[in-house]
């Protein structure tokens, strides 16, 4: 006999955590309990594998986790469409392109956005290398063009010489100069830059480390402006403060994270910089019957840096407290109903 819906488990993105949440929940579904997933993209890209599916080692398929067969095992309810709100009052998540959605208990794993983007231009110029989806996107169009047009001259600037930064151009080049040998090109076909506004790169990193980086880049021939602060972007150069200016027919912008506006704007209890603010048990401070995980949460006791793996690591922590709290919530000893 089927058990009536009692109680909503309502997931806010389809990150690294909330598809562990998945596999546990199908593993072992609570009886009562619906599940809805709410996701802008269908494919969840594996962030780990992603620097890797840029210098050409894997395919889309590999470094991505196709939601829908995971949903339908754990009999969840998968919308395709993005959040823009929340109200913890009425225990509703609003949606762009939906009517509002009506939770008991809340998760949110929709990861981080690219900082607001104030220099002039570069929000019309820059690919911001977060959402990954629109990034990824950008970048098969350049890797297309290249293939077909090897013989062209390619000029590619970098913004920020944090890991991200780094590591996108280490990638990059990687892809690229395979492209334009493949192609009996020389590698002096590739003009890559990497603009940093301190006096080296790997900051958070020893400086030993931000030495040997910046040797082995300079030796492959990448192009290092440090102590440069991009003040304008163009459609085809790149323009700093001390007057710099590089010609570049694509621009990557990798700069510090931020947190979707509509978090704070809901009420939630967030840090200075609009992530949500979790205890111990990944639960919000504020509103106990919302959880966040990856990205889009800071612990308060706990901090970590905005990466991949600490989601991952999460996931199944997650999960259980999920569990623990719609028990709870079933039997009536935890939230009011709505």
């Known amino acids: 006999m089927q058990v009536p819906i009692r ?53 889309f398929d590999a470094c991505h986790i196709d939601l829908r067969p995971l949903a339908q095992f754990a009999q969840v309810r998968m919308i395709v469409d993005r959040a823009v709100g929340c109200n913890g009052a009425t225990r509703q998540v609003m949606l762009q392109n939906h009517p509002p959605i009506a939770f008991d208990l809340l998760s949110i794993d929709i990861g981080s956005n690219p900082a607001a983007v104030t220099v002039p231009g570069a929000a019309d110029y820059a690919i911001a290398v977060k959402p990954i989806s629109q990034f990824l996107t950008r970048w098969d169009q350049l890797v297309l063009e290249t293939t ?43 003009e890559l830059h990497l603009f940093h ?27 290092l402006h440090l102590q440069q602060s991009v003040t304008e972007v163009k459609a085809a150069s790149v323009h700093c403060e001390s007057g710099l200016t590089v010609a570049c027919d694509r621009v990557f912008w990798v700069t510090q994270a931020a947190a979707a506006p509509w978090l ?53 922590p997650l999960a259980e407290n999920l569990r623990r709290a719609a028990l709870q919530i079933l039997q009536g000893s935890l939230y009011p109903s709505r």
């Open 7 to 59: 109680k909503d488990l309502v997931l806010i993105g389809g990150g690294h955590s909330h598809a562990i949440v998945l596999k546990e929940f199908g593993m072992n579904p609570i009886a009562g309990v619906q599940l809805t997933l709410i996701t802008d993209v269908s494919h969840t890209p594996y962030s780990g594998m992603l620097p890797g599916y840029v210098a050409g080692l894997y395919d």
């Open 264 to 316: 704070k704007a809901s009420g939630l209890a967030t840090d200075e910089r609009g992530f949500i603010l979790v205890n111990d048990r990944l639960q919000s401070i504020s509103h106990p019957q919302i959880f966040a995980a990856g990205d889009v949460a800071t612990m308060v006791d706990q901090a970590r840096p905005k990466a991949g793996v600490f989601a991952v690591r999460q996931g199944k």
């Open 148 to 190: 077909q047009n090897p013989e062209r001259l390619l000029k590619v600037a970098i913004v920020g010489g944090g890991a991200g930064g780094v590591e996108l151009a280490f990638n990059i080049q990687a892809r690229l100069l395979n492209i334009f040998s493949q192609a009996g090109q020389p590698a002096s076909q590739l």
């Open 197 to 223: 506004r301190g006096d080296r790169l790997l900051p958070e990193r020893h400086p030993g480390v931000s030495r040997q980086v910046q040797t082995l880049l300079a030796r492959r021939g990448v192009y």
